[in-house]
Structures are given as structure tokens and as C-alpha cells.
């Protein structure tokens, strides 16, 4: 899916949000403003907004419960605008889950300078969302968590590693040199035997019936595919 390029501005100061406006745009970025917090909730969209920038203090939800909800969706990179310099307000910001802040009044240079800097770590592809979810699994990459049906399952680093390779690609086949490339960063001689076992694992901990798996399939002489629904 591509992601469109689309910064999300939240700022009831009208002059400041123009400002903002006017420099992204010259930046090439496509922009979206709104004033209120509760507009915001409503209208962000985690694939089509790239980056957001949030007012702490805003009619309707202030700027940290904004930045709640938008982190309980999307790992999406906020940076939290904030009229006070007061640390606590800073922390506050930070511990909701935005990635950095910045004091009005702010040059608009630094202010773009951190939108790009955020943005190149947010989306360079050895930086992915932490989140991924495919069908009832869902997995969280930085804590090396994972779901079905929202009941955590523990897996050991390598199950863990090994079922992200296989959820990034669902609906594809790949094959047990490609899975074990992906896993370790180069082929392995004599390892398919490992990582079937290794699969075996993950079902007896995910599959209702491990001998009739519904998320990992097996694809004979080839290797495995994640079962995308429906597909
Ligand atoms: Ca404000």
C-alpha cells in the first residue's frame, strides 16, 4: 500500500497553521489542517497521514488526549507543538507517545528540519511500523509481542522472527531459502529441518488444530505461505 504524502496539522492558530502550511508545501509535502481536537480524531487516517504535527492546547480534546488516541491506532510519527516551556508539559507529551516536541515560537526552518528528519527514521524501510496485522494476528516488533484473537502468545525470538517474515509476505509463498535468508540474513545449509521444527512450534501455539493450520500453510516442496483471509 503506498503511503500518501499527506502531514496532518493540528492548530487552532490559524496564522501559525498557514505559516506551516506554506513552508511544507514548498517542501512537497500535501497538507491538511484542522483546528479542534475532536475534528482531528475524526478525520486522521493512519495510512493516508504520513506525520502530525499537534497543539497541546486545543478546543475540543487538548493535544494529549489527541495524541492518545492517534498512538492506540497508528505508530504514526507525532511531533507535539506546545505554547509553554514548561519541562512537565514536554514530559507529558512524550510519555503520550509523541516522537519530539517543539516550544513556540519556533523557527519554521527547525520545525521542517525535524518533520524530515522524523519522517526519513519514521519510513525508511529498516524502520517499519511496529505494529502488523494479518487476519486475527497481530504483533508488535519492538516488545516482540504477538496476539490471536487477543490472546498474547509467547514464542521465542526465532518463532517470532520467523512469523514476521511469513505475516509481511502473507498470501505469498516463500520459499525455506527465502524465509531462512530472511531470518538470518544469509542461506543456511542443511537448515530446513530447523525450521520445520520451528514451524511446528509456532502452530501447536497459535493453531486451534496444529494438524489442520489455518494461518501457516504448507506448501509441499516449496515452503510456506501465511494464509491471507479469504484468499
Ligand atoms: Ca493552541
Not at 481536537?37 to 486522521?44: H, L, M, T
Not at 497459535?206 to 491471507?228: A, D, H, S
Request: with cysteine; glycine share 6%.
Amino acid at each position: 500500500m503506498m503511503k500518501e504524502n499527506t502531514i496532518l496539522i493540528v492548530e487552532d492558530e490559524p496564522t501559525i497553521a498557514e505559516t506551516i502550511k506554506m513552508y511544507l508545501l514548498k517542501e512537497g509535502f500535501n497538507v491538511e489542517i484542522t483546528g479542534n481536537g475532536n475534528d482531528a480524531i475524526k478525520i486522521f487516517d493512519a495510512v493516508r497521514h504520513v506525520l502530525v504535527l499537534l497543539d497541546l492546547n486545543l478546543p475540543g480534546e487538548d493535544g494529549i488526549k489527541v495524541c492518545r488516541n492517534f498512538r492506540s491506532r497508528s505508530s504514526v510519527p507525532i511531533i507535539m507543538v506546545t505554547a509553554r516551556d514548561e519541562e512537565e508539559d514536554k514530559l507529558i507529551g512524550l510519555e503520550t507517545g509523541a516522537d519530539d516536541y517543539i516550544t513556540k515560537p519556533f523557527s519554521i526552518r527547525e520545525l521542517v528540519a525535524r518533520v524530515k528528519v522524523l519522517l526519513r527514521r519514521a519510513w525508511s524501510p529498516q524502520m517499519k511500523q511496529d505494529r502488523l496485522m494479518v487476519d486475527d494476528i497481530v504483533i508488535e516488533r519492538k516488545s516482540m509481542r504477538i496476539w490471536e484473537k487477543g490472546n498474547e502468545i509467547k514464542l521465542t525470538p526465532t518463532e517470532f522472527k520467523l512469523l514476521e517474515v511469513l505475516m509481511e509476505n502473507a498470501g505469498q509463498v516463500l520459499t525455506r531459502d527465502q524465509i531462512i535468508e530472511a531470518i538470518y540474513g544469509y542461506s543456511y545449509e542443511g537448515y530446513d529441518r530447523t525450521l520445520d521444527s520451528h514451524v511446528k512450534n509456532i502452530r501447536s501455539k497459535l493453531e486451534e488444530n496444529p494438524q489442520k493450520p489455518r494461518y501457516i500453510l504448507t506448501v509441499k516442496g516449496v515452503g510456506y505461505q501465511f494464509k491471507r483471509l479469504g484468499l
